[in-house]
């Protein structure tokens, strides 16, 4: 190597030197971090995970999350499980997390080779749910319909949809691959459904913790000494109040009177319109429905179509529709109607139903359909063609409109001009020259009613968002508007013992309560075992004796709550044994077995195969959680995940900036 390098050779060095460069490149890459970071992007970025291999840090591919994503992705998790606002920033960090592990997985699927085509997505979209909404009866909605069913039922575009659907498809891929191995024994199958099938009947005593929070009476020292241990948490217990000055009108005090509208006017909103007045194929329908179980047997099928024949033949022989619909019919939606749909649209039944139906014409009965429901009759009752609605046919409907947007403009002008005349000359000479009332509230919590208004919410929300003598503001009542100001303010601030003892009393007593259910159910469960008598020690604790139902793993059962997450070790014990203590929180428990009954070797095998499905599942999902926790470790210990600095949390839509 050294001789090598000692030869005189430009080529030779000029190797040397790039390798040299190389090196240094890579050196102050690694030590300097962000040196190649745009700051304008890295603002908005959330976490970067980058790529695989020896240069895969820097110049390899990486997936970006913003922190736009991690924001409106926590927003709507935050909508969906109607959880508050304040946790927000807990939603954020464990949406974020998830979506590290959503790139790195897919990273990982690239890197397995693990692509998905159009044609892979085309093949998906036709399977399933997604398959009978795009293509019903085989025959596909076309594009606009698809763009439109999408943006209604996910609020998104077609083609972010299509990237996601790939996403999901490519990790179920890889998830496929992990878990491919997984297996469960013939034996672990049989006592996973012994332990799932087993019943218990039990007597159980119950010591309440309502009851129980009766028996703690400290004395007025003992609350003192609590109040003051305790003054962080009280210093802001009596919450800020506020006193309201308000004028409100309604409808009928707007100077004026009711809004005119004019022909042309309604004849511009009409034009301007026109697909709101668009009225689509459709057909007014009656049904008989003879059910049939998913996945039944010939037999069942044989004898569903025997009973449908026969109403079909009383139909022929002149017997009133809607009477055997009443009598016969198996949807519970329209049986007591006599079968009566209303007015359907094409693509709103099945493909064999509405195949059917706009096929037939008013007044006809059709022969058996059968659809995945079961065998049905129908009766077109009215058929419309695709037409526009006449001026005429909705003159009433535009005008009620208009009438009510001029109301509104009224309203809210009539609302500026008190608002601003009330900034000059203040609300009482407002209300004065108005012909209107001032109303002064009493000092008001956030969430109180402000008497006199139909709904003074918004005006409330509004008053805790502005100063003490602040112009004016402008707020709907439910009824009209109201304007107002806020006259006082009492700030928040810790209440005086004797007005908040009632309160102080009930947060000792939460405050000792755990210890006292521990200690009593405890010492009511050692009394039941040494003496082997339940009863005896639930007279001497004052506990209440129930007894259960044979139930399962799965009930829920008074006084103790689901069984398989409270007390599952019931369904270990013989007959006569007592149990040590349960706490449930509100309630201790202290059971005795009565009876077990264990699933016989023919429930089991009827079961096998479910359970073993179930098995699984559960031991696919560990699989692949064990997977992607290990591979986000070594993604972390490469240096790959880089998070960027925690962002500020967005003010929520409302609240007071």
Not at 48 to 72: A, C, K, M, Y
Not at 143 to 165: P, T
Not at 344 to 357: C, N
Request: overall charge negative; glycine content about 8%.
């Amino acid at each position: 190597m050294i001789r090598f390098l000692q030869k005189d050779s430009r080529i030779i060095k000029g190797i040397f030197i790039v390798i040299i460069s190389l090196a240094v490149i890579t050196m102050v890459i690694t030590l300097v971090p962000g040196i190649f970071q745009d700051s304008a992007g890295a603002a908005d970025t959330y976490a970067t995970v980058h790529g695989s291999g020896l240069f895969g840090r820097f110049f390899g591919p990486s997936t970006d999350i913003s922190n736009e994503q991690v924001q409106q992705a926590a927003s709507r998790q935050l909508q969906q499980q109607k959880l508050p606002d304040f946790v927000l920033p807990f939603m954020m960090q464990r949406v974020g997390q998830g979506l590290i592990q959503q790139a790195v997985m897919l990273q990982e699927a690239d890197r397995l080779g693990l692509k998905v085509t159009d044609e892979d997505l085309r093949e998906f979209l036709h399977t399933g749910q997604f398959g009978m909404a795009i293509f019903p009866g085989g025959k596909y909605i076309g594009d606009d319909h698809y763009a439109s069913l999408i943006q209604d039922n996910f609020g998104i575009s077609r083609q972010d949809f299509e990237k996601q659907l790939k996403k999901e498809i490519q990790m179920n891929r890889l998830r496929e691959m992990v878990t491919g191995s997984a297996s469960v024994s013939d034996s672990d199958i049989r006592e996973s459904y012994r332990q799932q099938g087993t019943k218990i009947k039990f007597e159980y005593a119950v010591l309440n913790a309502d009851d129980l929070k009766k028996q703690i009476n400290p004395s007025d020292a003992d609350l003192q000494a609590f109040f003051k241990l305790n003054a962080a948490k009280y210093a802001n217990a009596v919450p800020e109040t506020r006193k309201i000055q308000y004028v409100a009108f309604g409808e009928g005090q707007i100077p004026g009177g009711t809004p005119q509208v004019s022909a042309a006017e309604i004849q511009q909103y009409y034009s301007q319109h026109q697909k709101d007045f668009e009225v689509p194929d459709q057909v007014k329908v009656r049904h008989i429905l003879i059910k049939l179980a998913p996945g039944a047997d010939a037999a069942a099928d044989a004898a569903a179509k025997q009973k449908a024949e026969s109403v079909l033949k009383q139909l022929h022989d002149g017997a009133n529709f809607a009477d055997l619909a009443k009598k016969y019919s198996d949807d519970p939606g329209s049986k007591d109607s006599g079968g009566e749909l209303g007015f359907l649209k094409r693509g709103a039944t099945v493909a064999e139903f509405d195949k059917a139906a706009f096929s037939m014409s008013p007044g006809q009965t059709s022969g058996l359909i059968k659809t995945q429901f079961g065998y049905h009759i129908l009766q077109l009752e009215e058929k419309q063609t695709a037409h526009a609605r006449t001026l005429d046919e909705v003159r009433p409907a535009i005008e009620a409109t208009l009438v009510r947007q001029k109301e509104g403009q009224a309203q809210m002008t009539y609302a500026q001009q008190l608002a601003a005349e009330a900034q000059k000359t203040g609300l009482q000479k407002t209300a004065d020259a108005h012909h209107l009332q001032v109303v002064t509230t009493d000092y008001l919590e956030q969430n109180a009613v402000v008497p006199g208004l139909a709904d003074g919410s918004k005006m409330l929300s509004q008053a805790f968002g502005v100063k003490q003598g602040a112009a004016p503001q402008i707020a709907t009542t439910g009824e009209g508007y109201g304007i107002f100001q806020v006259v006082e303010v009492k700030a928040a601030h810790a209440p005086a013992f004797e007005e908040y003892k009632t309160h102080l009393l009930e947060d000792y007593r939460d405050q000792n309560l755990p210890q006292l259910m521990s200690t009593k159910i405890a010492a009511m469960g050692e009394s039941a075992i040494s003496s082997h008598d339940l009863d005896k020690a639930a007279k001497e604790f004052g506990a209440t004796v129930k007894t259960s139902e044979l139930v399962g793993m799965d009930a829920q059962v008074p006084d103790v709550g689901q069984l398989a997450q409270v007390a599952p070790t019931l369904f270990k014990m013989q007959p006569g044994a007592i149990s040590s203590p349960i706490n449930t929180g509100r309630a201790g428990v202290v059971a005795q077995i009565l009876e077990r009954q264990e699933p016989t070797d023919d429930d089991i095998a009827k079961n096998f195969a479910q359970t073993r499905d179930s098995l699984l599942d559960q031991k696919r999902e560990e699989m692949f959680a064990v997977f992607v926790t290990s591979l986000e470790e070594q993604y972390q210990k490469a240096g790959r995940i880089r998070i960027m600095k925690k962002p500020q949390t967005p003010a929520l839509p409302g609240s007071p900036s």
